[in-house]
């Protein structure tokens, strides 16, 4: 009976350590310079662009036509990626903000969002 409790805590150890690993590794692949936007309504990209033109930020192209989202990139060594989230979140023609992960087989793909509903910016990972 005690082999089993340990093994059975072994196990379980292993297997927290494996998780923890694979979530680092994920969340230092983000793409520098790219982030997605996804704007209200009957906003388009270039006004938020020309808002935010001392950063840089330029549309590249639209992610999907029915949700009004928006591929865009900025000048990294003129704001970081955090601050730019907490500024974007505040700005009324932005409803939501995901940043951009590389991937070795798909490219690039959104692994994690924030909201900047209220003026209030929540980091949420997938």
């Known amino acids: 009976m005690n082999r089993l409790i340990i093994f059975c805590t072994l196990l379980m150890a292993m297997t927290a350590c494996s998780t923890s690993k694979n979530n680092t590794k994920e969340s230092e692949d983000y793409t520098l ?4 936007i996804l704007l209200v309504e ?34 990294q060594d003129a704001v970081s990626l955090k601050k730019l989230i907490i500024e974007l979140g505040n700005e009324s023609l932005v409803e939501n903000i995901e940043k951009v992960k590389t991937s070795a087989t798909d490219g690039v793909k959104v692994t994690s969002g924030t909201s900047g ?3 209030k910016v929540e980091i949420r990972n997938k």
Do not use: C
């Not at 310079?33 to 997605?36: D, E, Y």
């Not at 950063?55 to 900025?74: A, C, D, G, I, P």
């Open 33 to 36: 310079g790219n982030i997605m």
């Open 42 to 75: 009957d906003a388009s990209p270039e006004a938020l662009s020309n808002t935010f033109k001392h950063y840089q930020l330029k549309h590249v192209n639209q992610v999907s036509r029915h949700q009004n989202k928006w591929l865009y990139t900025f000048n």
């Open 117 to 119: 509903k209220k003026g």
